[in-house]
């Protein structure tokens, strides 16, 4: 079993979450029970910290996916944060670097709501 540790927080009407470890098919519920918890609390405004992220698979990214277009229908958002390359890559190997918005510092990504 893979280890991720998701820690939440919120600033203003913002909803951010960060991710520490390995986000795969064993552990994506974590990140999945989050990102809904916050939508459920009315945060459409989210951003995910990916500093500590040192591996992210399919799963992690159906998380995102079956969220975000349900934000933005409500003028909301997910938005990325602090991206290594290795995992930024995975996003671009997928064509999804165009959808998504990615942001260098979590200061900008939570500025740019």
Not at 41 to 58: A, C, Q, R
Not at 83 to 111: C, R, W
């Amino acid at each position: 079993m893979t280890s991720l540790k998701v820690d939440i927080r919120k600033k203003g009407d913002i909803g951010i979450i960060t991710l520490d470890g390995l986000l795969d098919a064993h552990n994506a519920i974590l990140f999945s029970e989050a990102l809904g918890g916050l939508i459920s609390e009315e945060h459409t405004k989210i951003v995910v910290d990916f500093e500590k992220l040192n591996y992210l698979g399919s799963s992690g990214l159906e998380v995102i996916l079956s969220k975000i277009q349900g934000l933005r229908n409500r003028g909301g958002d997910i938005v990325l944060a602090r991206t290594a390359p290795k995992i930024y890559k995975v996003f671009d190997l997928l064509g999804l670097t165009d959808f998504l918005k990615f942001f260098g510092s979590l200061d900008e990504a939570v500025s740019s709501f």
